[in-house]
């Protein structure tokens, strides 16, 4: 009998460990098909913010380097001249290729008796091929004309850096020129405290604590204005970048100083050489030429080959030689150009694109030497004044505002000429920053135009 309980026990203790297991087999089962399904959800989700955000990742710590590449990553304006590209390289094997066969059918209502027999249909192939050559020459015209689309494409990518590069400097020229108001409004609010005080113990005069409250007042004003002015700045970054409009930018890379390896006359000579702007203009003039000798073509008739094959019942007679023989047939046609007006047209026409092609070219050319000239001026002229400013004007006037306050506080100088020193430090200080953000926007849209780097 206690064997029997035992027993029991054993099976029960089995049958409840059988019933977990299943349990735990149905829901681990349970568990993959739902994870299953769900791992396309989850990679369209993780796809789609990858689309969204691209694989820059921008940060706290980004350089002007990372607002490049997230923007020849993510800008709507690369994408687009990149698609143009394709599709005009797209176009070469289209106007390359035959045209289309064509097939033929026709049946015959009232049968058409022959020796062999009564023929009742008729079965066509034919293909027609353009003049030798003319294939050729429109395939050179379209892949011509995807070379231009191609350099277009790279000075796009070149305009485009030269943009984000002269938006962020400009960016950080009035973050530091908000920072250098900032210290300058700080001192004269401390000046504001001493002339009050002054005021009050009838050691200064109501019209001098004037001056100082007046030049408070203008540095406020100058100041709200920097802060709105890098506001909509700041929507225009991030819009070239397609970012949130008010997404924070990074101001981590300072407008140093890079001197170009070569002269002027060598920057126009490598422009000439280098610049895409030049290479689209080229690659259409070649396309137009390759018109030309298309259109000296046009005359030129096209050629159509063919085989018919005719659908031939027994001949009444049985015993005919060769009765119900399908005869095949082999055509060749040609086209007939008889109207010569059109091809002098087309003649026409692509000489005066040629024309036309050349003359823009070089009025590119010399819109780029113009260009370049100017951007050299500012180039060269930025690093003069930055010399200029930071070895003889700031030390000077620094000098100069130190003796004048040591002379306030003796009481030999007045708060107006402390304020129109401190007003001119203050503006040297503005002036090199502004030297430095031009020199580096120069530089970028030089090399923009030229189409390399021009500095180490």
């Not at 034919?126 to 494409?153: C, D, H, I, T």
């Not at 850096?161 to 960016?171: D, G, H, K, P, S």
């Amino acid at each position: 009998m206690q064997c029997r309980i035992m027993e029991r026990k054993e099976v029960t203790v089995f049958i409840t460990k059988v019933k977990t297991e299943n349990c735990l087999k149905y829901y681990l089962r349970s568990a993959i098909v739902l994870g299953l399904m769900l791992i396309p959800f989850v990679y369209g989700i993780a796809n789609a913010q990858r689309l969204d955000e691209g694989s820059i990742a921008l940060s706290e710590e980004s350089t002007l380097s990372d607002y490049l590449s997230y923007a020849d990553e993510n800008s709507p304006a690369i994408s687009a001249a990149f698609h143009r590209w394709q599709a005009e390289l797209a176009r070469a094997p289209q106007v390359g290729a035959l045209p289309d066969p064509k097939i033929g059918f026709a049946e015959q209502f009232e049968s058409v008796e022959t020796r062999v027999g009564a023929q009742q249909r008729k079965f066509s192939l034919s293909q027609s091929m353009p003049w030798f050559g003319k294939l050729g020459l429109r395939k050179s015209v379209a892949l011509e004309k995807a070379n231009a689309a191609e350099q277009r494409y790279i000075a796009r990518k070149l305009q485009l850096e030269a943009q984000v590069t002269n938006i962020y400097f400009e960016l950080y020229y009035i973050d530091k020129s908000i920072a250098i108001v900032q210290d300058h409004l700080s001192l004269v609010n401390e000046w504001e405290n001493v002339a009050l005080a002054k005021y009050s113990s009838a050691l200064l005069s109501q019209g001098k604590l004037a001056q100082v409250q007046i030049e408070q007042a203008r540095l406020s004003d100058d100041l709200q204005t920097q802060k709105e002015r890098y506001a909509t700045l700041l929507v225009a970054f991030n819009s070239v970048l397609d970012r949130q409009p008010n997404a924070i930018v990074a101001l981590n890379t300072e407008p140093i100083v890079r001197s170009m390896t070569i002269s002027d006359d060598a920057v126009l000579e490598l422009a000439v050489e280098r610049s895409p702007v030049l290479h689209e203009r080229d690659k259409l003039v070649l396309a137009t030429i390759a018109g030309m000798k298309l259109a000296n073509r046009g005359a030129a008739p096209n050629l159509t080959f063919g085989v018919d094959y005719i659908q031939t019942n027994d001949a009444l007679n049985s015993s005919v030689f060769e009765s119900g023989k399908d005869p095949i047939i082999a055509k060749v046609g040609l086209s007939l150009p008889i109207w010569f007006g059109k091809y002098k047209a087309e003649k026409r026409e692509a000489k005066s694109r040629n024309r036309s092609a050349l003359e823009s070219r070089r009025e590119t050319e010399n819109m780029l030497s113009a260009e370049l000239s100017a951007k050299l001026f500012m180039y060269r002229n930025a690093l003069r004044k930055i010399d200029l400013y930071e070895n003889a004007m700031i030390p000077r006037a620094t000098q100069a505002l130190t003796v004048t306050q040591r002379e306030f506080q003796t009481g030999k100088t007045d708060f107006r000429n402390l304020i129109e020193l401190q007003r001119e430090l203050f503006g040297y200080l503005l002036a090199l920053e502004r030297s430095l953000t031009i020199h580096r926007q120069s530089l970028a849209n030089i090399e923009a135009l030229v189409g390399a780097k021009l500095t180490n």
